[in-house]
């Protein structure tokens, strides 16, 4: 299987089931975005700034969907630019009615995220957000974007990731029996159909690290926790700095 068929399977064509999923907060976006949005409000994005402010100049949102996310985090922020990248027609779509609020200049680029980062250049925004996208990915091609990130950040920005996250040595399989044991006693409002959908994305597609593997990545792409900011048995949101940034 070539790397464009797996990155095509991971993609949302419908977008329904996980507006439910949001709605009813089963991933968590009410208390992960808060959590995140309290803790980028204590660092200074802003090295013009003496304190820190509310303000990002630029934001790029990693497979951003429907920009649910994002548009939660920034609820009350003043950013300047946003771009969500993502190969979904039916969550780019959604984008500008979700952020318009709290941006300035709302841009999509339909595209994959390692081709994204690969064709920047000399761009380094305040904030990369990469939420519920980067699990997609096999290890190998996870170990490459998080290199591509590390290259786009200066002292100042900040990488937040939010992911499903397995616990250190435990197996895919089992993480998914677990996972999805969760699932069929919390997602509640979910029909058969739905829940066999959430099933098969799963069990094919989602690739979550272990705490171990997770960490070993991210020392060799060259990043540093700054804080963890949210976490429970599956979710993790963690801010990052590039190793050795200097405040
Ligand atoms: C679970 S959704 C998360 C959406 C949003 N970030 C959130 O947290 O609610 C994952 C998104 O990643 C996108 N995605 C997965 N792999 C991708 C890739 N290689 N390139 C671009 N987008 C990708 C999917 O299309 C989907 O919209």
Known sequence: MDD???YEFAVFDEWSLYDEIIERNYMKHAEISAAVSRDLSSTNLNPVNKIATNEISEIWDLGCGCGG????ILS???VSKYTGVDLSQAGLARIEANLSASVSSVCTNSCEIVDFLDQQVGVCPSVILASFSLHHFPMEEIQRVLELIVKHMDSQSRFVWIDTVRQTYETREEFNRRFLLDISTQWTSL???QMLEVEEHITQYD????QIERERLLSAAGLTSQTISYQDPFFTAEIFTRLSAVE
Request: net charge negative; charged share 25%.
């Open 4 to 6: 464009t068929t797996d």
């Open 69 to 72: 996310m994002a548009a939660k």
């Open 76 to 78: 009350g922020w003043s």
């Open 191 to 193: 029909v058969p159909e």
């Open 207 to 210: 690739f979550p690290l272990d």
